[in-house]
């Protein structure tokens, strides 16, 4: 099969030009003017961007958590972030404590069994290394192209790790070329707080955000990142919501430290006093670390600009308001930590980010594609549009008004972070390799067309083996 998409503005990282992409296959076989050649599918992109498409390096699919399991499965999250223009994701794999890592991947693959929609690789989420996997069996992992470990400072009596593993877990991660993720917040003192909070009969969605003060998240990455600088282990910042976090991580990467980090969607839209809504709404905002005062949203955006901050992720951990949030209608600690956001990203991006001049179109695929491509093994197969590359494409209307609604997204989830905001510019069609998966409101494609991806290991490119240069 074939497809040219014609007169298009190709938009990548670093480009910003109108031609055509012919498609041949799986992937982009020639970028050019005026392209003369036939094809199976003609698509006119005429006053259209061509952009790469999106990857979102922090989702929770089908994940047990909080008492309760995320509403979005395998096929129901990736047909969501389908249309929402993100072709590809890494997905947490969990391992329970007492499991080895091999036993967490085999139930993580069996999850998206026939139902993948867009590509998918995992990072794998350490939680035990005395009674479950061993530091051996973690170190086998980037050669099966699980290239990220991924650890959680926080959620103490849940997935929270002590220093001792942290800091093991990066020096396997230097000998091994994997990139260390942390949930960056100060789990033992988060206890504290959360404990006194209850005892005093504090039980509001909002207290969710006073006992986890932007400095519980500040310490926490300064210790990730000096820790990773002993250990010599790059290091990722998962969800940075506030100054206290953004700063330490700056001053690293000015010292020219391998010291990357990751904003969310909702931290530059969503606020603290979000978590004050009545009627128990505010709980559709408590996720971790939780919305901040607004003054750190114009943080994030220079940060992002700035290159402080390297991708945009959604963490996309959906639970429903009514029947899963509502666990924790009397006690706000028992609230399903996590929010949506796969499927509005670059639409949220796009209008309030390069619409309105906060970053330049180009930055936005930076963020949004190219940047979690290279951090995570996927470039240049992913992240960008050029010779050889995937075609995973998305020819987006960047004129399209749309309110951004649940009655109209495609996650299950009964609600959205964004609910009645007005946004201009949206994904019209998705290609994923070459097979078109979303055409304006429908899903072309069927469950099963996504495939594992092994990514390589941090610093790697993945390159078709077809158009690899050669060795000689
Ligand atoms: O509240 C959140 N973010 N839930 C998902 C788990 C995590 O911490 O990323
Ligand atoms: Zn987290
Ligand atoms: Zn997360």
Not at 29 to 58: F, M, N, Q, R, W
Not at 262 to 288: H, I, M, S, W
Not at 390 to 418: C, G, M, Q, W
Request: some cysteine.
């Amino acid at each position: 099969m074939s497809v040219l998409i014609r007169g298009g503005r190709i938009i990548t990282a670093a480009d910003d030009y109108i031609a055509d992409v012919f498609i041949d296959g799986e992937r982009i076989s020639l970028i050019g003017e005026s392209l003369d050649i036939p094809a199976d599918t003609v698509i006119d992109a005429t006053g259209k961007y061509v952009l790469p498409g999106c990857i979102d390096p922090h989702t929770h699919l089908d994940m047990p958590f909080g008492g309760t399991v995320t509403i979005d499965d395998v096929e129901s999250g990736q047909t969501a972030a389908a249309f929402g223009g993100t072709t590809c994701h890494v997905d947490f794999c969990i391992q329970p404590q007492g499991s080895s890592f091999s036993d967490a991947l085999a139930d993580w693959r069996s999850k998206a069994e026939g139902k993948q929609v867009i590509d998918m690789g995992y990072h794998i989420a350490v939680t035990d290394l005395r009674e479950g996997g061993s530091l051996e069996e973690l170190a086998s992992l980037p050669d099966q192209g699980i290239t990220s470990y991924k650890l959680f400072m926080a959620y103490k009596g849940a997935l929270m790790v002590d220093d001792e593993t942290l800091f093991k877990t990066m020096e396997v991660a230097a000998d091994t070329g994997a990139l260390v993720m942390v949930h960056a917040e100060n789990g033992d003192a988060i206890d504290v707080l959360v404990k006194r909070a209850l005892a005093e009969g504090h039980t509001e969605p909002h207290w969710h955000a006073l006992t986890r003060p932007p400095e519980t998240e500040g310490e926490a990455t300064n210790r990730a990142i000096q820790l990773a600088r002993v250990a010599g282990a790059p290091l990722y910042v998962v969800h940075v919501s506030c100054r206290e976090s953004v700063e330490p991580i700056a001053l690293a990467r000015e010292k020219g430290w391998d010291v990357y980090g990751e904003t969310c969607t909702q931290y530059l839209f969503v606020d603290y006093t979000f978590l004050e809504r009545p009627n128990f709404e505010g709980a559709k905002f408590v996720y971790t670390p939780p919305p901040r005062d607004k003054a750190n949203q114009e943080v994030l955006w220079n940060a992002v600009r700035n290159d402080v901050l390297s991708a945009i992720s959604t963490d996309h951990c959906a639970f429903n308001w009514d029947g899963q949030k509502t666990l924790g209608k009397d006690d706000f600690s028992k609230i399903p930590n996590g929010g949506p956001g796969i499927e509005n990203r670059l639409q949220m991006i796009h209008h309030f980010g390069a619409r309105e001049g906060r970053i330049s179109l180009n930055r936005m695929v930076e963020l949004l594609a190219t940047n979690p491509a290279k951090l995570f093994g996927l470039y240049p197969r992913k992240g960008t549009l050029a010779v050889g590359s995937d075609a995973d494409v998305v020819v987006f209307d960047p004129e399209k008004r749309v309110t951004i609604s649940a009655r109209t997204h495609h996650s299950k989830i009964d609600y959205n972070l964004f609910e009645g905001t007005e946004v201009q510019g949206s994904p019209e069609v998705v290609l994923l390799r070459g097979n078109v998966l979303v055409e304006g409101d429908s899903l072309v494609a069927k469950p099963g067309i996504g495939q594992f991806v092994k990514r390589a290991k941090f610093g790697d490119e993945l390159k078709p083996a077809r158009l690899a240069p050669s060795a000689a």
